[in-house]
């Protein structure tokens, strides 16, 4: 599969979300605390329901944070 993505449209866009919704890797203890407490505030919205259409954003949002807690996080 060959996507072809215009980047002259994807970054506005991506400025865009990031001015509206804080999403970026996380790095830091304060960039997860913030990123744990967005999934919270998304989930008590969308809460289990795949047909919502912010559904697929808990999934992402929920690996950044399992990412990070499998590289940040003691075994």
Known sequence: ????????????????LQSTLP????????????TTALLNTLLDTVRDDREHPLYSLVSVIGDLIEAYEIDHEPL
Do not use: K, S
Not at 1 to 16: K, T, Y
């Open 1 to 16: 599969m060959n996507a072809v993505i215009d980047l002259h449209r994807v970054v506005p866009a991506w400025q865009a």
């Open 23 to 34: 999403l970026a890797h996380i790095e830091t203890e304060a960039d997860y605390a913030l």
